[in-house]
């Protein structure tokens, strides 16, 4: 799955807002599968619709949804084991559901099946049940606001030949009913950034220019992705 999908970030906050009582599990399975088709999920016997799914894990306790929007170098997100980890890197996005003495991490994987189908087939794997060191909402607004400063003031010394403007998709379509008012404002300008970090271009410019503006990026797109996890983790803190 592209990490630019925000399919993971969408079953995170759609499920979360159902298990707190926000919306019923349809709407939060329609809302998931509005953003990218029909979902499954991997089972030991054949695929499971995902409504069915979350529905089998809800009757075992399930607790919360967690996201990671993980790299190389910064498993933001993960605790283990190795095959996980490295699933959800190469992924760049996994959904982890806390259980009863476990957890599963869920992994998005593009489901084509001849020129009309086109869904989501989700992979499931063993988490670790440590919880990840993540920031708190407030932690990572502050963060995102200094970064987005420092990448101001680094890419204002960046001047490369005219390119014009760009055309900025935004691909998130926010947060569930149920989240702070806060944590609406943080994913939003998150996803914002994302999008302005997704359009970044090198064209131009001088070989220094290209590494004063690559620091400020990565040092900005660590922030962006520590905002938008802080923020669909936010509804556990009211619940």
């Known amino acids: 799955m592209h990490p630019d ?3 993971s970030a969408t079953l995170v906050c759609w499920g979360n807002a159902w298990l707190a009582g926000q919306v019923g599990l349809d709407e ?3 809302r998931v599968e509005r953003q990218a088709g029909p979902q499954l ?3 030991d016997t054949g695929d499971l619709p995902l409504r069915g799914f979350l529905a089998d ?3 075992e306790g399930m607790k919360s949804l967690r996201l990671a929007l993980p790299i190389a170098g910064d498993p933001l997100g993960l605790t283990g084991p190795p095959p996980f980890n490295s699933a959800a890197i190469e992924a760049g996005q996994a959904a982890i559901a806390v259980l009863p003495g476990r957890c599963l991490g869920l992994i998005p994987m593009r489901d084509r099946r001849g020129s009309s189908y086109a869904g989501v087939r989700w992979s499931v794997l063993g988490a ?3 919880t990840p060191d993540l920031p708190s909402l407030a932690e990572a607004e502050h963060g995102l606001t200094l970064a ?12 490369g030949p005219a390119q014009g403007h760009r055309r900025v998709k935004i691909v998130s379509d926010g947060l569930a009913p149920g989240y702070p008012a806060r944590a609406h404002r943080v994913a939003a300008l998150a996803a914002r950034l994302d999008a302005v970090l997704r359009v970044a271009d090198d064209r131009g410019l001088t070989s220094g220019q290209i590494t004063t503006r690559d620091h400020a990026l990565r040092d900005l797109d660590r922030a962006v992705r520590r905002a938008r996890v802080a923020a669909h983790h936010a509804i ?3 619940v």
């Open 5 to 7: 999908s925000p399919i």
């Open 41 to 43: 999920v991997a089972g």
């Open 236 to 238: 556990t803190e009211f």
């Open 28 to 30: 939060a399975a329609d």
């Open 148 to 159: 987005m400063r420092a990448a101001t003031d680094a890419l204002l010394g960046v001047e």
């Open 57 to 59: 894990l809800r009757i």
């Open 128 to 130: 670790g049940t440590t």
